[in-house]
Structure formats: C-alpha cells, structure tokens
C-alpha cells in the first residue's frame, strides 16, 4: 500500500490581540491533496482541529475572501515571505515534503492568529482622498477623456489591493516611524493623473508633504520587490515627491 502523503504547516498562533503569553507555534500534519494552496490546507485543520501530537487544538484563525489574489485579506508570511495565502501552492512551497510555516505579518495590529488588523491603509486612503469626488448624484454626463497614455500609466496603479504586503517589507514603516507607506504615496500619483481627480491634487500633495510623507521614504525599494500586482512604487513615489516639491515651490503662484 502507497503511504499517503502529509504536509506539515507550522503556524505561529496567539489567542487574543494582547495575549502575547499565548503566542506559540502550532504544527499540523495535512493530507496532500492535488492543487491546494495554504487556504485549502488551512480549511482541512478547520475541518479537524487536531495538531500534529493527536491533541484537539483551537481551529487557526485566518481571513481571506476572493480566493484569488484580488482582495489581499489572505495576506500573511508564509515561509517568511509577506504574499497571498489562497495563491500560494502547496507543491511549490514544499516539493520534497519540507515543513511550511505560516505567521501573520508584524506591521499590522494583530488580532487573533493569522489575522491581522489593516484599517491603518484604509485611513491611509481617506487621509489622501483616494477618490474622485463628484459633486452630488444627480446625472453628470460623460467623464472628461483620458488620453490612451493618461490610462497606460493609471492602469497598474489602480491594481492596488491595499493587501499590506509593501507596507510589511518596508524599512520605514515601522513602531518609531509615522511614514504613511508606498500604497497611499501610489494612490496619490493615481488620482492626480485622473482628468477629475486633479482638481483636488492639491490636497492629496499637501497631504503628503508633511511629517511622515513622501520624504520619509528611504528608497531601499523593497516595496517593489514584494507587491504581487508588480506596480511601479518606486517610481510612483518619485512623481509624487516632484509633484510635491513643485507644489511647495510654485503652488502660492498656483493658487
Ligand atoms: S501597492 Fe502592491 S503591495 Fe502595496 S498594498 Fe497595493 S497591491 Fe499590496
Ligand atoms: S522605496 Fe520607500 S516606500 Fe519602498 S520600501 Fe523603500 S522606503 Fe519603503
Ligand atoms: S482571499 Fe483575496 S487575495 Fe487571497
């Protein structure tokens, strides 16, 4: 008879946001089935609660929603790399049976497990205004035009899925700092470029030109390196900061 293969994950856990006495890991033996990525196998210790000792353990707790990398709540270290658990497959993390570990990420508040709190990203996006304001909701006819360019540059921007794993790699986003990350530095770039979005540029800019702005990055752009939907932040975050220093220099003359 074919012994069945198992896979083991190794899951840092911790009981309640401030019960740091209960951070431990955990270690789960799991059928190998063809095709499972991380959500899959963390749906079987759902199913069976059960650790790799035989004892009956609390379910691991985790978030995910769209299962396919279009959300960004499944957004943990696997392996100690930040990326999407429901995109990470089981077979590429693991082909010759080694141990995978999950751990939530460290910038975030934690809530219980794997899940994480990043509500910091969302007030990230109102601080900026992360949107295109319309004045009432009355029929406004057809939005201005956007030349083929305008959107060239605008679509990968808009791909951002506020998943947090740029803000998990970068040096400056940390305890001690206030830097407000590359996701809402991107967004900024984003909705300046908009025909409409421009007129509140001014605002998204001085948003951002205080402390904890876009001069607080330090450029080790290891933000690029991890974003799963490979949008040029580095580069964002350059325009952002001409924009900003132009409207430091000019934006009196400007009005
Ligand atoms: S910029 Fe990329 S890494 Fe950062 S939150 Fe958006 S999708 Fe995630
Ligand atoms: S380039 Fe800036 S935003 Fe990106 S990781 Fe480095 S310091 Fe952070
Ligand atoms: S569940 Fe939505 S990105 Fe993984």
New binding site residues.
Partial sequence: MVAKRTIRLKVLRQDTPTGGTTRRWEEFDIAWHPQMNVISALMEIQKHPVDAKGNKVAPVVWESSCLEEVC?ACTMLINGKVRQACSALIDQLSPNGEPITLAPMTKFPLVRDLVVDRSR?FEDLKTVKAWIHLDGSHELGPGPRQSPENQEEAYPLS?????????EACPQVNARSSFIG??AL?QVRLFNLHPSGKMHAKERLEAVMGEGGVADCGKAQN?VE????E?P?VDSIAVVSRQATKHLLFGWLLG
């Fill in positions: 960004g990203m791909r951002c899925m506020t998943c947090g794993c740029c803000l590359p996701a991107s933000c991890v974003c799963p939907k949008i932040l």
